[in-house]
């Protein structure tokens, strides 16, 4: 597998809170993030990629969605995140298919392992995240998503 390496720069962003249950149900905490920034259109200058993050909080157990908001975005009353940015080895996965994420994740943890170069920069508020990376249009046409994973490195 080919991986690419990208960097994230720092951003502000609109949190979800932790979702100790992970509910993305229109009623729980997830579903009801995905409803606010979901409603959001960028301008065109801040449309060139998806700007939500999804991660699992290992310290304190439960899912987090981040938003990067641009300057004068509303942030919804939600709790804020300060990313202090970095760099990522990232795969991409048909969304749903756990399997093939645990194998693609595995590659990427004994890739960033073996290197002279790269070693693992996980630690708090900067996990291993994802993000669908399809277009609504192309997903309702093709049935699926491409989920693109973030898994944070940084130099030796």
């Known amino acids: ?6 960097y994230l720069p720092p951003f502000r962003a609109a ?5 100790p249950e992970c509910d993305f149900s229109p009623e729980g905490r997830l579903g009801k993030f995905n409803a606010y920034f979901s409603a959001i259109r ?3 200058r801040d449309a ?5 993050f999804l ?6 157990g439960g899912m987090v969605w981040w938003y990067a908001l641009a ?12 990313f202090d940015g970095g760099y990522y080895l990232t795969y991409v996965y048909r969304d749903g298919d756990e399997e093939a994420n645990g194998a693609l994740y595995r590659e990427a943890l ?11 920069d996980a630690r708090p508020n900067h ?3 994802g993000q669908i990376i399809t277009p609504a249009e192309i997903i309702d046409r093709q049935g699926f998503a491409q989920m693109e994973v973030f898994v944070p490195i940084k130099l030796k």
């Open 1 to 6: 597998m080919e991986f690419r390496i990208v």
């Open 15 to 19: 949190s979800s809170g932790l979702d």
């Open 42 to 44: 960028p301008e065109p």
């Open 48 to 52: 060139f990629m998806p700007r939500d």
């Open 55 to 60: 991660f699992y909080d290992e310290e304190r």
């Open 71 to 82: 300057e004068g975005m509303d942030d919804g009353g939600n709790e804020i995140a300060e």
């Open 110 to 120: 004994k890739h960033i392992g073996d290197s002279e170069i790269f070693a693992s």
């Open 127 to 129: 996990y291993a995240m």
